[in-house]
């Protein structure tokens, strides 16, 4: 596991703590149990408990970390469906961006 990684986790594991316990308990406890056994033992977390996570200059990684656990675990079912249908349109069209960049039949045509 990468240290980026491992610190993302550690800051996760420091929001889960600050959650309402009715938030907290809608995460699985396996979820939970993966993030505080990969968390980074020597490193110094940077979240405030005192300022909206929102205001913080939080990680890319541990963004996208909440965001699986607010698609995951916190939103509703409705949500979940549009949250999952955006997501499978966007790596559609990444995938058909990539065809077209590299499209073996016109990789060479501007040399």
Do not use: H, W
């Not at 993966?34 to 980074?40: L, V, W």
């Amino acid at each position: 596991m990468n240290s980026v990684n491992s610190e993302a986790y550690t800051d996760i594991s420091i929001i889960i703590s600050m959650m309402p316990s009715e938030m907290k308990n809608k995460i699985s406890k396996n979820f939970i149990t993966f993030i505080e056994n990969n968390k980074a033992n020597n490193y110094t977390s940077n979240i405030n408990p005192k300022i909206p996570i929102k205001d913080q200059n939080i990680k890319k990684e541990t963004k996208e970390i909440l965001g699986i656990i607010y698609r995951d675990y916190l939103c509703s079912d409705e949500e979940r469906k549009r949250l999952i249908k955006k997501e499978e349109e966007e790596i559609t069209k990444f995938e058909e961006e990539l065809k077209i960049k590299y499209n073996p039949n016109n990789i060479f045509k501007n040399i």
